[in-house]
């Protein structure tokens, strides 16, 4: 089990260019989250999708960022126009269904808008 | 909108010592409450989980939860170096739902 997977680990992009961020969920999971952390906002909650359906997408900013679950194997985030202020880390993380159950998160996307 | 809140900001214990990490949320429909521990460049990585009003204890951690208080709190006994991270409190309202994070506590363990 080589846990939740994201790629790549850094990527640099300049502004107004776009983003493609792609995690692997652990095999199994039915469920997979995106969050962004940053040193001022902390660990924010971005998407959520469950059996490769977007469930809540309540922490995406509107314009710019949308989420792909195409099959069960992996997930996309796509940015585009970047801004300075989309740099962060990105996080992946995967879950299996049942009550409680443990969220595994991978080790995350570094972009750095220039 | 939920909000979660921990304290303090940045927390420095000896060696041995006992570590005391607290969690405010706002929330309260919440039911599941986890605590994460990242160390740095890497993923938040689960430590323990509580659901119950009362303590929970797993090894050197032992967490507790008083949903009339809004409040989850975590205890480290006998620190070590290796428990030097970032600790995070997570609260979801129910299990279909996402984890909302709290602000961090940044641990430092020192020899």
């Known amino acids: 089990n080589a846990g939740v997977i994201q790629t790549p680990r850094h990527k640099v992009t300049g502004k107004g260019q776009e983003a493609t961020l792609w995690c692997e969920p652990i095999?199994?999971?039915?469920?997979v989250f995106w969050y962004r952390q940053t040193i001022v906002q902390g660990l924010e909650f971005l998407t959520y999708?469950?059996?490769?359906?977007?469930?809540?997408d309540s922490g995406m900013p509107k314009e710019r960022f949308s989420a792909q679950m195409p099959n069960q194997s992996h997930s996309t985030l796509k940015i585009q126009s970047t801004q300075p202020q989309d740099s962060a880390v990105y996080l992946c993380?995967?879950?299996?269904?049942?009550?409680?159950?443990?969220?595994?998160f991978g080790k995350g996307t570094r972009l750095t808008v220039v | 909108q939920q909000k979660v809140q921990q304290s303090p900001e940045s927390l420095i214990v000896p060696e041995g010592g006992m570590a005391s990490l607290n969690c405010t949320f706002s929330d309260r429909n919440s039911q599941y409450f986890w605590w994460y521990r990242q160390h740095s460049g890497e993923g938040p990585k689960a430590l323990m989980?509580?659901?119950?009003?009362g303590d929970k204890k797993e090894g050197r951690f032992t967490a507790h939860l008083n949903k009339a208080s809004l409040h989850v709190s975590l205890h480290i006994k006998d620190s070590q170096p290796s428990d030097s991270a970032l600790y995070f409190c997570?609260?979801?309202?129910?299990?279909?739902?996402?984890?909302?994070f709290g602000t961090g506590t940044k641990l430092q363990v020192v020899p």
């Open positions: 095999s199994g999971h039915s469920a």
């Open positions: 999708f469950r059996n490769q359906a977007p469930i809540d």
């Open positions: 993380a995967s879950r299996n269904t049942g009550v409680g159950t443990e969220v595994f």
């Open positions: 997570a609260v979801s309202r129910g299990s279909g739902t996402y984890q909302r």
């Open positions: 989980s509580i659901f119950s009003n």
